[in-house]
């Protein structure tokens, strides 16, 4: 495990993987409630979780869970802890009613057992304010989020970190639901918590400083984001490594800031970076493969590139249509960005085409959402 974990913090993931299995085959030997297949188990979660493979992390998850209920009963903590696991699995891949159901699970575990304040009580109830942000139910996720926050002050007092985590996603919430002006002091004032307490530019930082920098740059405040985009990038380079899929995201947001400011020597190779970590850390075909691809073929397509532009929307539209389906909404935003180009290189036709299926798919997309 700890030449797994060294090869991890490394950024070379194959080689954590292989330490990980070859591990987990030793374990099985001993049988199927071994203590160190948990470990290793949670470990291979853990580790596909960080590289984005998350059916692989939702396997290694599940297994675990069943090997916590056989070892210990399904009624105990652990069993709990390992469903929010699994949960956090389910949230990242979009599977939503699956991921609140093992938080509601957890959570009624915890409170049946009498540990109704304990901190993993009010990480499933954040974890759920997260979903129901996610599915626009806005007032079921921030009387979530309050309820967390009452347990983390009881907890630890009204400074700690989680009450800034948890004052984060409760300011995202607030931009979504079209509150920005709301959220910028929640944005501001978790920062000076966490710094409070933490110190500067410590890794607990770093989503708070995305989240505002996103902020700033949805409201067309390009050099405040750029700033605290860079600040983010910064820490993320030094506490998990330039090649890490988070450090990636990052520089993404930074390129975006960088391109709408009009410095393309600054924004191309970050979007060529991003892409190259994302490819290694994810595969060729993951989501955020297919997000970078668009970036970086839309800074081209407004350089007037669109010889280097076409090959990248392409790929990027093959993508998403192989991952997110012939009917997703994020089909038809690929659709429309290929189709833009295909008319500045003169090929109306086919753009007309892809234009009218791009139409077809968000008319479905809205009569499938409408009460």
Not at 135 to 160: C, Q, S, T, V
Not at 300 to 313: I, R
Not at 352 to 358: V, W
Request: hydrophobic content about 40%; overall charge negative.
């Amino acid at each position: 495990m700890d030449s797994a974990e060294q090869a991890a913090r490394s950024g070379d993931f194959a080689t954590a993987e292989k330490h990980l299995l070859e591990a987990l085959s030793a374990a099985e030997m001993f049988g199927p409630n071994d203590q160190h297949m948990l470990v290793t188990l949670d470990g291979l979660g853990a580790l596909y979780e960080r590289r984005g493979q998350y059916e692989k992390a939702e396997q290694a998850y599940r297994r675990s869970l069943d090997v916590w209920r056989r070892a210990l009963g399904p009624n105990s903590p652990m069993v709990a802890k390992s469903l929010e696991r699994l949960a956090a699995v389910y949230q990242a891949e979009g599977k939503h009613a699956d991921a609140m159901a093992s938080y509601q699970r957890a959570v009624t575990l915890l409170e049946k057992a009498g540990k109704g304040g304990d901190p993993m009580v009010a990480t499933g109830l954040e974890a759920m304010g997260e979903i129901d942000r996610a599915r626009g139910k806005y007032a079921e996720g921030a009387d979530l989020y309050m309820r967390a926050l009452k347990i983390w002050d009881k907890n630890f007092g009204p400074d700690h970190p989680l009450i800034a985590h948890c004052m984060n996603n409760l300011g995202s919430l607030l931009v979504q639901e079209g509150k920005a002006a709301d959220a910028e002091p929640l944005y501001l004032h978790a920062l000076a918590m966490v710094e409070k307490t933490m110190g500067p530019d410590q890794p607990y930082s770093a989503p708070i400083l995305n989240n505002l920098g996103d902020l700033y740059y949805d409201r067309h405040r390009y050099p405040e984001a750029e700033n605290t985009y860079r600040r983010s990038l910064a820490i993320s380079e030094k506490s998990l490594g330039p090649d890490d899929p988070n450090t990636a995201k990052v520089m993404n947001s930074l390129a975006l800031a960088y391109d709408a400011e009009g410095k393309p020597s600054e924004a191309e190779p970050l979007y060529r970076k991003s892409l190259a970590v994302w490819e290694k850390a994810s595969g060729p075909e993951s989501p955020d493969v297919a997000t970078s691809l668009n970036n970086l073929a839309s800074f081209y397509y407004s350089q007037g590139k669109y010889a280097q532009a076409e090959p990248l929307f392409k790929r990027s539209l093959a993508i998403v249509e192989k991952v997110a389906g012939p009917d997703h909404p994020d089909l038809a935003h690929a659709l429309t960005n290929y189709a833009a180009l295909l008319r500045k290189t003169g090929h109306a036709g086919e753009a007309e085409k892809m234009e009218s299926r791009a139409k077809e798919i968000l008319a479905k997309h809205s009569e499938e959402i409408s009460p």
